[in-house]
């Protein structure tokens, strides 16, 4: 995978913030799929000691080469691909963590859209040098056909949220806007309590809407100002998270 490293002032050893993006079933655009940046993000975790990696998984722009994330047919959508999702990014976390200016443990998994929901299929697996995962606007199958708040197999999204929930350990953060067109709140809210009943650590704020399309509002600074302080809050709290 190609990817940008971003380092704060100083020596290290550092503690690391993964960053993963979205996606999309074209493959045409996927093709065409600009390295990951989130600035405003990227910059909240630099400013508090983070070193940053922004990987562009498998299937996408440079980095090229065979699609994993498949979700299938509209009808008969396999959110499960969010495990292949998981696995790249568990390849990012492998290759950084084992480079001297990194800390080992302590690891922050940041994720938007597709980006987010393979994060949360991350947590299912635990991997111990992961503390947190917080999940932005996370999910598979939003907006089909390019029609707003209109979703490829919405109870199949619900069940693979069961599903991760099963056996996820590490605390989450989910993070929605009331403007997402992907995932209106309804379904965000059933998303959210179906991980949480199934035993996932699962911290849920639904935000207002802002200056952008509420999907990404991870880019807003306006919404910055917003999700900012309960990231904050979220690894205050989390300062002995994924201790093994």
């Not at 983070?50 to 080469?65: D, F, K, M, N, S």
């Not at 480079?99 to 994720?111: A, M, N, R, T």
Request: aromatic share 10%.
């Amino acid at each position: 995978m190609h990817a940008t490293v971003l380092r704060p002032p100083g020596a290290g050893p550092f503690p690391l913030a993964v960053i993963n993006h979205g996606s999309i079933q074209s493959a045409d655009v996927r093709a065409k799929y600009a390295m990951p940046q989130y600035p405003i993000a990227s910059q909240w975790f630099l400013d508090r000691g983070y070193a940053v990696v922004l990987p562009q998984r498998a299937g996408h722009g440079e980095t090229g080469g065979p699609y994993f994330e498949d979700q299938g047919d509209c009808e008969r959508a396999d959110y499960k691909a969010g495990l292949a999702t998981a696995y790249s990014i568990q390849a990012a976390i492998d290759y950084m963590t084992a480079q001297p200016f990194l800390e080992k443990s302590g690891v922050v998994v940041v994720g938007q859209s597709a980006g987010g929901w393979g994060a949360l299929a991350l947590a299912s697996r635990n991997p111990p040098p992961v503390k947190a995962v917080i999940n932005f606007a996370g999910g598979r199958g939003g907006r089909a056909d390019n029609e707003p708040n209109k979703n490829c197999s919405p109870e199949e999204l619900i069940a693979a949220a069961k599903l991760f929930g099963k056996t996820a350990k590490i605390p989450t953060l989910w993070l929605y806007s009331e403007g997402d067109d992907y995932f209106a709140p309804a379904l965000v809210r059933r998303m959210v309590d179906a991980f949480g009943s199934a035993g996932g650590s699962v911290e849920f704020h639904l935000l207002p809407r802002f200056d952008t399309r509420g999907h990404i509002f991870i880019q807003s600074s306006d919404a910055f100002r917003r999700w900012a302080p309960i990231v904050d809050k979220f690894l205050s709290a989390c300062q002995n998270c994924g201790a093994m």
